[in-house]
């Protein structure tokens, strides 16, 4: 930004600078670089530095005065420094952003007096750039890290999420002065060994403020479990939130415990842990929200007797509950849990097989007597661009109440995906598959009845980004079932079909409703009760029902105008939303 001021100025100046020579290569150089890095000695050249060096400091001062009125002049500087502020506060992503400090003298006192940004900048410090010398380098002659030491100073007065990827001395000489800003702290290091007295070091000390910590060496956890104090309110009086490899959770004192509202476990139990999990889960009555993420101990496994401890763990303000585990764990959690209907459900399943599968939604779990039942709309796709299909569930009032993902054999599992939920109370069902594994384009899932339909379903929602031959073989599985075993008829249902109208995209749009009319047209005797037509012309959004998806009726209407007859003459009613 200077470099483009000073050529700006200089470009407006006919004939040659005072302060601009030529190299001795023949290339122009920076004016006032040249003249603080070397001498001139042929003064007749310069007459307006005259024999006075007083004179050419005088020119020097009023250039750089030039140069800072015409970058006072630009538009960017023209902005309101509330504004710059709130540009840097959304910029900031990345550490290379500290880089805006170095445009210019206002960018960097408006950057310098945002500890907003810093606070940001200490999230995204990388896993560990101190060699082993650093301690040792100009700048951290106290042993301190300089990098995270200006960061931890700019950063005040707010608070601050602590990373500790390697735990030495330097960082706890780092972070001491601002122990008592620290609401975060995140620990997870591989050299146990070396790291673990240090952080001993750090918990010692205590932080008032800290209320989340996520703790979990990456390789075996319980090797110094010995050497762990009891972890006490005295330590972190605030603390709610705790990420922790389950075998630490013994190190709790029973007031900490008393005061966790959110818990994740990680990793089993080692197997000389004879120490009962449900014990220390029953010393947490407060917890809000639960999560197993490879936790589940073996002596939970479900036995031959296992249906007269069912019930054991009672959570009563649970509200979250998050499982990623195998199947048979998965259930013996369920089988054990006094779960309320209002309990939010997430679970990870790792299976292939359908036994195992349809063990999870078994008529012993409180999923199936107390959470399927309530559930009134599902959702049956993916959630992220590129994340893995789901099935979610939803209840009356449109809140997410059941969760469920991950298949090793997603073609197995979408033949009987729909089972646990034949005789729940959802009335609707929202797909948005961008395509299908090569094993269930090959079958014939949509005409033999082998997936089984929801016994109260009357509205099927197609999504966009659903390819045109997956929306097809998924109405036809629809309309198949429609009367069949007390289900709703198709004058009763209602198909719900999304495409888009964007202009310059008319062929597809046509193709589109072309293959709507070529499967409707395969049941004369099933005509359907309405047929509702979204029209967008947005792309690559996901959205869990037809209620959030953006339309345009007016183009919809423009689009479809061509083949309204012929679907009228197909469905009782045509809508466009």
């Not at 060699?131 to 950063?155: F, I, K």
């Amino acid at each position: 930004m200077h470099g483009d001021a000073a050529f700006s100025l200089s470009s407006s100046i006919k004939g040659p600078h005072p302060l601009a020579r030529s190299r001795a290569d023949g290339s122009d150089g920076d004016a006032v670089g040249e003249y603080f890095n070397e001498e001139y000695s042929d003064p007749e050249a310069y007459p307006m530095l005259g024999q006075n060096a007083s004179s050419a400091d005088d020119l020097a001062k009023s250039y750089s005065e030039s140069l800072s009125l015409h970058n006072a002049a630009l538009p960017v500087n023209s902005l309101p420094t509330e504004i710059l502020m709130v540009i840097f506060y959304h910029a900031r992503r990345i550490l290379l952003d500290i880089r805006f400090t170095h445009v210019c003298r206002r960018w960097r006192e408006v950057i310098c007096a945002m500890p907003e940004f810093w606070t940001s900048t200490l999230r995204v410090l990388p896993p560990r750039r101190l060699s082993p010398y650093a301690q040792h380098s100009e700048g951290s002659s106290d042993g301190c890290d300089p990098l995270l030491e200006r960061c931890l100073t700019l950063s005040a007065p707010r608070i601050i999420h602590a990373r500790l990827n390697q735990v030495r001395d330097i960082e706890l000489r780092s972070y001491a002065p601002h122990i008592d800003r620290i609401a975060e702290m995140t620990v997870d290091y591989n050299n146990i060994r070396e790291s673990t007295p240090v952080l001993m070091k750090l918990l010692r000390q205590g932080m008032p403020n800290l209320t989340t910590l996520h703790y979990f060496p990456t390789h075996r956890p319980w090797i110094l479990l010995d050497t762990w104090p009891a972890i006490t309110d005295a330590f972190f009086p605030n603390l709610r939130r705790l990420d922790t490899a389950t075998s630490l959770l013994t190190k709790l004192s029973p007031s900490l415990m008393q005061s966790l509202q959110h818990l994740t476990l990680r990793g089993y139990l080692a197997s000389h842990n004879t120490h009962d999990l449900a014990v220390e889960l029953g010393r947490c009555p407060s917890l809000v929200s639960l999560t197993f993420q490879s936790a589940v101990p073996d002596s939970w496994l479900l036995t031959r007797d296992a249906e007269a401890h069912s019930g054991f763990i009672q959570l009563r303000h649970l509200r979250r509950l998050s499982i990623e585990d195998y199947a048979i764990r998965i259930r013996s959690i369920l089988h054990r849990a006094a779960l309320s209907p209002t309990v939010h459900l997430t679970l990870d399943i790792r299976v292939s097989e359908k036994s195992s599968f349809m063990s999870v939604f078994s008529d012993s779990t409180s999923l199936h007597s107390h959470i399927l039942p309530s559930i009134s709309r599902l959702y049956l796709g993916c959630v992220q661009a590129k994340g893995h299909v789901r099935i979610l569930g939803f209840i009356q009032n449109g809140q997410e109440q059941l969760n469920v993902a991950r298949w090793h054999d997603f073609a197995a599992v979408l033949a009987h995906i729909m089972e646990p939920f034949a005789g729940s109370g959802a009335t609707a069902l929202a797909i948005h598959l961008p395509h299908l594994p090569i094993t269930l384009e090959r079958a014939s899932w949509d005409q033999d009845g082998s997936v089984p339909c929801p016994m109260h379903l009357r509205q099927l929602e197609l999504l966009g980004g659903t390819p045109l031959k997956l929306k097809q073989r998924f109405t036809r599985w629809f309309l198949r079932s429609c009367g069949c075993d007390g289900r709703p008829t198709s004058d009763e249902s209602t198909l719900c079909w999304v495409f888009n109208v964007e202009r310059g995209r008319e062929q597809h749009s046509r193709e589109d409703l072309w293959g709507l009319e070529a499967v409707l047209a395969e049941h004369p005797g099933q005509k359907l009760g309405v047929l509702e037509l979204y029209g967008t012309t947005l792309s690559g959004q996901i959205f869990t029902n037809v209620s959030r998806v953006p339309t345009n009726p007016a183009r919809c209407a423009e689009v479809v105008e061509a083949h309204m007859a012929r679907l009228s003459s197909l469905v009782s009613q045509v809508v466009i939303v």
